[in-house]
C-alpha cells in the first residue's frame, strides 16, 4: 500500500495561482504513474494529468493543458501540480493516485484537498 497525502489547496481569486503537492510513502517501489484527479460539488471525479517518476508519461486533460504543469520528485517522493491561471471552474476537491503502470487503475488514492477559485 502507498500513502499519499495532499497538500497546498486554498482559497485564490481567478487568474490566480496555487501549487500542490503530493506526498507518497510505503511501497512506493509499487506506484510508478501518478495522477491528480478532482471533484467538484454534484460532478463525477475527472482526470486532470498524470505523469512517471521519471517524469515521462505526462498527459494533461484539455481543460487545464496550458494552464497546469504536474511535475515528479523522485528522490522526495513528491507531486506538484502547478495550477496558474485559475478558473472558478477550477473549484474542486483535487485528490491524488497512483497506479503501478499506465492502462491499469489507481490502486490508492489520497484524502483531498480543496481548491476554490473565486471570481
Known amino acids: 500500500q502507498v500513502q499519499l497525502a495532499e497538500s497546498g489547496g486554498g482559497l485564490v481569486q481567478a487568474g490566480g495561482s496555487l501549487r500542490l503537492s503530493c506526498a507518497a510513502s510505503g511501497r512506493t517501489f509499487s506506484s510508478n504513474v501518478m495522477a491528480w484527479f478532482r471533484q467538484a460539488p454534484g460532478k463525477e471525479r475527472e482526470f486532470v494529468a498524470r505523469?512517471?517518476?521519471?517524469?515521462?508519461?505526462?498527459y494533461y486533460a484539455e481543460s487545464v493543458k496550458g494552464r497546469f504543469t504536474i511535475s515528479a520528485d523522485n528522490a522526495k517522493h513528491t507531486v506538484y501540480l502547478q495550477m496558474n491561471s485559475l478558473i472558478p471552474e477550477d473549484t474542486a476537491v483535487y485528490y491524488c493516485?497512483?497506479?503501478?503502470?499506465?492502462?491499469?487503475?489507481?490502486?490508492?488514492w489520497g484524502q483531498g484537498t480543496q481548491v476554490t477559485v473565486s471570481s
Open positions: 493516485a497512483t497506479a503501478t503502470r499506465l492502462g491499469v487503475p489507481y490502486f490508492d
Open positions: 505523469t512517471s517518476w521519471s517524469g515521462g508519461s505526462t
